[in-house]
C-alpha cells in the first residue's frame, strides 16, 4: 500500500471528506449520501464508485458543485496529509460500541479469536489498525482549523440514528447540494437497517466472509457496550479516553 500521503495526492481543492474512525456508521451514511448525490443504489459490492476511498478515488465522479468529488477516509487529521482536508464531514461514534463492533467484525474475519477485553487493550492502544487509538482520532478532527473554520460538519452516530432525515439534509445542505424532504426520507427508507442487512445478504462481500454467522450490519444501533463491557474495561476506558467521553456528550458509564 502507498503510504498515506501518496494517497491524497491527486486531491482537489473541491473535493470534500466523509470520514470516521473505522465502525463509525460511514457505510450507512455513505450508501445514504452515494444515493442522494448520484440517484444510483448503493451496495456492497460496489459502494465506492461514487464515494470513493482515499488513494483508490481517481475515477471517483465529480459529484459536487464545482466538479468536486466526494472521497472517504479513515485517516486522522495528522501528518503531511492533513494539508489535502479542505471540507469535511466528520462522523463519530461512542468509542466504546466502535469497540464492540471493530471486534466481533475481527472476529467475523477470523483476524481475532481472543476475548473481548484483551482485544480492548489493543483498541485503546491503537493497534488493531494503521489509524491511531480512537480517542487521538476523534480529537485529531474536533480540534482541527476545519472546525474553527466551518469546513467540518461533525455527525453523531447516536443522534443519525434518532433523527436520518434531519442530519442527512445537514450534510447535503454542507456539500451544497440540497435535496427536499421527502426525497431523503425515501432514502431513509431504502437505506434503513433490515434494508442494509437484506443487501449485505444479497453481497458477494457477505459470501466472502469467513464467518457468514456474524453480519457487518450487526446491531446497527447504541448502547451495546454495555452489555459487552466489565467494570475493568468501562474504567480502563475512561482512563484511557480522559474526558472525550463527556465532550461528546456520552455518559461515562451503564
Same mark, same amino acid.
Given at each position: 500500500?502507498?503510504?498515506?500521503?501518496?494517497?491524497?495526492?491527486?486531491?482537489?481543492?473541491?473535493?470534500?471528506?466523509?470520514?470516521?474512525?473505522?465502525?463509525?456508521?460511514?457505510?450507512?451514511?455513505?450508501?445514504?449520501?452515494?444515493?442522494?448525490?448520484?440517484?444510483?443504489?448503493?451496495?456492497?459490492?460496489?459502494?465506492?464508485?461514487?464515494?470513493?476511498?482515499?488513494?483508490?478515488?481517481?475515477?471517483?465522479?465529480?459529484?459536487?458543485?464545482?466538479?468536486?468529488?466526494?472521497?472517504?477516509?479513515? *485517516?486522522?487529521? $495528522?501528518?503531511?496529509?492533513?494539508?489535502?482536508? !479542505?471540507?469535511? #464531514?466528520?462522523? &463519530? /461514534?461512542?468509542?466504546?460500541?466502535?469497540?464492540?463492533?471493530?471486534?466481533?467484525?475481527?472476529?467475523?474475519?477470523?483476524?481475532?479469536?481472543?476475548?473481548?477485553?484483551?482485544?480492548?487493550?489493543?483498541?485503546?492502544?491503537?493497534?488493531?489498525?494503521?489509524?491511531?487509538?480512537?480517542?487521538?482520532?476523534?480529537?485529531?478532527?474536533?480540534?482541527?482549523?476545519?472546525?474553527?473554520?466551518?469546513?467540518?460538519?461533525?455527525?453523531?452516530?447516536?443522534?443519525?440514528?434518532?433523527?436520518?432525515?434531519?442530519?442527512?439534509?445537514?450534510?447535503?445542505?454542507?456539500?451544497?447540494?440540497?435535496?427536499?424532504?421527502?426525497?431523503?426520507?425515501?432514502?431513509?427508507?431504502?437505506?434503513?437497517?433490515?434494508?442494509?442487512?437484506?443487501? *449485505?445478504?444479497? $453481497?458477494?462481500?457477505?459470501?466472502?466472509?469467513? !464467518?457468514?454467522? #456474524?453480519?457487518? &450490519? /450487526?446491531?446497527?444501533?447504541?448502547?451495546?457496550?454495555?452489555?459487552?463491557?466489565?467494570?475493568?474495561?468501562?474504567?480502563?476506558?475512561?482512563?484511557?479516553?480522559?474526558?472525550?467521553?463527556?465532550?461528546?456528550?456520552?455518559?461515562?458509564?451503564?
Amino acid at each position: 500500500m502507498l503510504p498515506v500521503v501518496y494517497r491524497h495526492t491527486t486531491v482537489s481543492r473541491r473535493d470534500a471528506f466523509l470520514v470516521s474512525y473505522p465502525k463509525s456508521g460511514n457505510t450507512w451514511l455513505r450508501f445514504m449520501l452515494t444515493h442522494l448525490l448520484s440517484g444510483s443504489e448503493a451496495d456492497f459490492d460496489r459502494d465506492s464508485t461514487v464515494i470513493g476511498e482515499v488513494g483508490s478515488h481517481r475515477a471517483t465522479p465529480e459529484v459536487l458543485p464545482a466538479g468536486g468529488r466526494m472521497i472517504k477516509s479513515h *485517516e486522522p487529521y $495528522s501528518g503531511p496529509q492533513k494539508r489535502f482536508y !479542505r471540507k469535511a #464531514i466528520y462522523l &463519530v /461514534r461512542d468509542g466504546r460500541d466502535v469497540a464492540v463492533s471493530y471486534y466481533y467484525t475481527l472476529i467475523r474475519r477470523e483476524l481475532f479469536t481472543g476475548d473481548f477485553s484483551p482485544f480492548l487493550r489493543l483498541f485503546l492502544d491503537g493497534g488493531v489498525d494503521g489509524y491511531g487509538p480512537w480517542h487521538q482520532h476523534v480529537e485529531s478532527w474536533l480540534d482541527s482549523p476545519l472546525e474553527e473554520s466551518g469546513s467540518l460538519l461533525v455527525l453523531k452516530y447516536e443522534e443519525l440514528l434518532k433523527e436520518p432525515v434531519r442530519h442527512v439534509s445537514a450534510a447535503m445542505e454542507f456539500l451544497g447540494r440540497p435535496v427536499s424532504g421527502p426525497r431523503v426520507e425515501e432514502t431513509v427508507r431504502a437505506y434503513s437497517a433490515d434494508k442494509m442487512r437484506e443487501r *449485505e445478504r444479497q $453481497s458477494r462481500f457477505h459470501e466472502q466472509q469467513k !464467518r457468514s454467522d #456474524i453480519m457487518f &450490519v /450487526r446491531t446497527a444501533g447504541s448502547g451495546d457496550w454495555a452489555r459487552t463491557f466489565s467494570a475493568e474495561d468501562e474504567a480502563l476506558f475512561a482512563q484511557a479516553t480522559a474526558g472525550l467521553l463527556p465532550r461528546l456528550g456520552y455518559a461515562r458509564s451503564s
